[in-house]
């Protein structure tokens, strides 16, 4: 189905098409475009325009430029803006005014991913649903998603993030939401704030893009929860709060983690809620009763939602569990590995720690006779003067002292080792690299591993490592 015609993204971005075309998809990376994307030759690490040949000849459409790049042929197909990012944006401004559909946009310090993730499932089964692919949530990522938009979509979940004051309004304008919705509140990218309060309001301000009518959603259990009501009812029809507060609207009753489930119990008003979602964690609970406030609020059917949130499991490196064979000839020599290495901050890294906490390990299987709790743990990053104090302070969560042994990985992670007990300390590294290179005898049968830390300080290749350990892969490979 033809997304934009030539004509459509011409008027759209005030370009000039140099060939009639008809783009399918939209694309800012030749490595993932399919043929009939719209090229976008975007400036970044590096400037798109190198890439538009490449692109041509991987079977695009068009290409969005500001100038004529070496090497296309004359006549080749293209659309030539005053400025490509600029471009980009009116794109997404005109792939959202001509959609119908009823637009749902998130943020939020911690959450945000999981709970757009969790939306596209519940509302994917009740209409033609649009959603941001990845964490694509900043100046390019909002106007990528919306150009990328199908006229016919019924419902679509933006996700905006931000690393700096000022960057939400303008994208929640952009995105012009029915429903926004604040998942939390905390420390994070501090060293661009002074304080919480000026991230609450950071966060907050994703209620200036609200269409007329449209509802704010925040989470009632936040020391800032005032700054994110007070800034919601200025610019909503209706404030709704939802968390475990007395006068939230949506509140949280009680929690229990399984092995391989979440199990909640709320109230929707007077409705009483019981919905599991698939997959341990509390946090996971609290986002989804968020997604379930915000399908009551789109009329649809709760029952099915519930039953969608059951089916959900998070994306790849936010907490996806997967388990390990080190030995194919006998039964139960496995490593589970938890890998929640995307992202992190002092919240996210309370509730990994608490799905670690809860996790079973296996005894009287490896060669350590008790099965363990393993954290591996990397640098958080963009913390500001604090980030010393907010690392070491995770050696004194509760649910640290489930844990057996940590293992550090990155600069600012020296402080968390320097204040844990020496029984709990692990091996140290500068280096995920480091790390790595000895990961697989840092774990043994039966163990259950946490890998967790900042995208920036690389953990992620631990649990690559630790990948390399399961005799399956070796298998598949031979």
Known sequence: MTLWTAAEAAAATGGQATTDWGATGVSIDTRTLAPGDLFVALSAARDGHDFVADALARGAAAAMVSRIPEGVAEGAPLLVVEDVQAGLEALGRAGRARSRARVIAVTGSVGKTSTKEMLRTVLSHQGR????????????????????????????????????????????????????????????????????????REKASIYEGLEPGGVALYHTDIDTAPILRDTARRHAARTLGFGRARNAHHRLLS??????????????????????????????????????????LL????????????????????????????????????????????????????????????????????????????????????????????????????????????HCVGPRMRALWDALPEARRGQRADTAEALAARAHRLVDAGDVVLVKGSKGSRVSLVAEALRHADRRREKDQG
């Open 129 to 200: 649903t649009h959603a941001s692919v990845k964490s694509y949530n900043n100046h390019w990522g909002v106007p990528l998603t919306l150009a990328r938009m199908q006229a016919d979509t019924q419902f679509a979940v933006i996700e905006i993030g931000m690393n700096a004051p000022g960057e939400i309004a303008p994208l929640a304008r952009m995105a012009r939401p029915h429903i926004a919705l604040v998942t939390t509140v905390a420390a994070a990218h501090l060293e661009a704030f002074e304080s919480l309060d000026g991230i609450a």
């Open 255 to 296: 929690v229990d983690l399984h092995e391989a489930a979440t199990v909640a119990r709320a109230r929707a008003w007077r409705t009483p809620l019981l919905y599991k979602i698939g997959t341990p964690g509390r946090h996971f609970a609290m986002n989804g009763l968020a997604v379930l406030a915000c399908a009551r």
């Open 299 to 406: 009329g649809l059917d709760r029952a099915v939602a519930i039953a969608d949130l059951a089916n959900w499991s998070p994306p790849e490196g936010r907490g996806t569990r997967e388990r390990l064979v080190l030995d194919l000839a006998a039964d139960g020599m496995n490593v589970d590995l938890i890998d929640d290495s995307f992202n992190a901050n002092p919240a996210s890294m309370e509730a990994a720690l608490d799905i670690l906490a809860a996790a079973r390990p296996q005894d009287d299987v490896g060669r350590v006779s008790r099965g363990r709790r393993i954290a591996i743990l990397g640098d958080m990053l963009e913390l500001g003067q604090t980030e010393a104090a907010l690392h070491a302070a995770l050696a004194d969560l509760p649910a640290m002292q489930a844990v057996d042994e940590v």
